[in-house]
């Protein structure tokens, strides 16, 4: 091994300490338009701890091979590093078995499998799908070309004007036809937590199976499957501290093995002939093809992270920072919050006055300050609230409160200019 390899950190600093915590972010060292980057667009992506980057850095270097393939040395540390982040992903989500744990794209191929492979084998016409008015796009579009394939009929629990569910509306739409109840935990627009549970376990009672749409959630709240009982949870690595093209598609054994392959192709098989094919276990049934096997492993890298800075000292950072923006913001006329859900987690979405969202980001980017603007690939909730988009500003472990107050003067010279 070189000495510049040697050097790439592989140990995990433990405990949360917001100064270590920004140190293991080397891209937030830099500036922007001549000012200290703030990054506030962690609802779109996170950046990454240079303890993933080394890992992909060191797989590259090292290990790199094709996975469940060779009988070589490579090819066997490759498939135990992917492996072994299998595993790390079960722990992280209190899986029971690895088998519960297909690696995919992310989030949208995660709902996706789950159409087409279980929706698409087991719904009929007059079945129904239930979603809500906040769900991102790829919680909706999977869900409407199923119903266009089965003849199901999509149903939509609607949201009140402070961006939560109205539950007794969902109980309202909920019956026996009900086959599959497909629900956001953390909206990606408003910053609102559904009460997942609890819907969860109203949906079983109807007979309905649950996906939960974890993208927003789990880099800040803890996350357990087999509490929830949640019959799929999806997820995407880069939203939690790991590299993009990478995610996770939980789902219950049972479930996953009465389901055909979503994809043809290499590592999914047993046995192929001309005359009749059979099919690999889980959870290798549902990854066709050479997989993204640094991203799993760098996937893990983020995991390993995430749990020993711990999620439950991450959360109460979080939730300190965005009271404290949803304060400071309130000093700015004019500025309306969009989602003001009483259970919340590190999103602040907002217009000001009626400038559009794009020129408010624009001019904030002036001052180093990134936030995203724009439908967040939510139409419908930016339909509910009558708005074009909203500028968003979402909060990731390493945010302090100096980078709320240097967000909030940028808004007030933004106001500044735009009126
Ligand atoms: N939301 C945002 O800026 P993918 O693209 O597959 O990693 O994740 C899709 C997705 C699904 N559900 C929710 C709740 C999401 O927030 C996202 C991604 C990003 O809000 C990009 S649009």
Redesign the pocket.
């Known amino acids: 091994m070189s000495a510049d390899v040697s050097a790439l950190r592989t140990v995990v600093p433990q405990g949360f300490e917001i100064g270590r915590v920004r140190g293991d972010f080397p891209i937030l060292q830099q500036e922007v338009h001549g000012h200290p980057l703030i990054y506030l667009d962690n609802?779109?992506t996170t950046q990454k701890p240079a303890v993933v980057v080394e890992t992909l850095e060191r797989y590259y270097y090292l290990d790199n091979a094709n996975v469940h393939r060779g009988v070589h040395e490579l090819s066997e540390r490759a498939t135990e590093a992917y492996e072994g982040s299998r595993d790390k992903l079960r722990r992280f989500l209190n899986a029971r078995d690895t088998a519960e744990i297909v690696f995919t794209?992310?989030?949208?191929?995660s709902i996706n499998l789950v159409a087409q492979s279980y929706g698409r084998s087991s719904l009929q016409p007059g079945d129904e799908i239930l979603v809500t008015e906040m769900e991102?796009h790829?919680?909706i579009v999977p869900w409407q070309m199923l119903c266009e394939q089965t003849g199901a009929e999509l149903k939509v629990v609607p949201i009140n004007e402070a961006g939560e569910l109205k539950l007794d509306e969902f109980e309202r739409l909920l019956n026996e036809r009900t086959a599959i109840v497909a629900v956001?935990h953390?909206?990606?627009?408003l910053g609102s937590i559904n009460p997942v549970k609890k819907l969860i376990r109203q949906a079983h009672a109807m007979g309905a199976v649950v996906l939960v749409?974890g993208?927003?959630a789990v880099a800040h709240i803890q996350v357990d499957v087999q509490d929830l009982d949640c019959d799929f949870y999806a997820l995407?690595a880069?939203?939690v501290y790991g590299p993009t093209g990478i995610?996770v598609l939980y789902g219950k054994e049972s479930l996953l093995n009465a389901m055909p392959p979503y994809q043809g192709g290499g590592d999914m098989i047993e046995h192929v002939s001309f005359d009749k094919t059979t099919f690999n276990v889980l959870p290798y049934k549902f990854e066709a093809g050479t997989p993204n096997i640094a991203g799993a492993i760098g996937m893990g890298a983020a995991i390993d992270y995430v749990m020993a800075t711990g999620l439950g000292a991450i959360s109460a950072h979080e939730r300190g920072i965005l009271q404290y923006a949803t304060q400071r913001v309130a000093e700015i006329d004019g500025l309306r919050i969009i989602g003001t859900a009483e259970l919340k987690c590190s999103i602040l979405s907002f217009m000001l006055d009626q400038h559009h969202p794009t020129d408010v980001g624009t001019l904030l980017n002036y001052h180093g300050v990134a936030i995203?603007t724009g439908h967040?690939?939510a139409m419908p909730v930016m339909q509910h609230f009558g708005v074009p988009g909203t500028a968003r500003a979402s909060f990731g472990m390493y945010n302090t409160r100096e980078d709320v107050d240097i967000f909030v003067e940028a808004l007030k010279k933004a106001k500044d200019v735009l009126s």
């Open positions: 609802g779109a794209r992310g989030t949208t191929e991102h790829s919680n956001v953390v909206s990606n627009a749409d993208a927003q995407s880069h939203k995610g995203r967040h690939c």
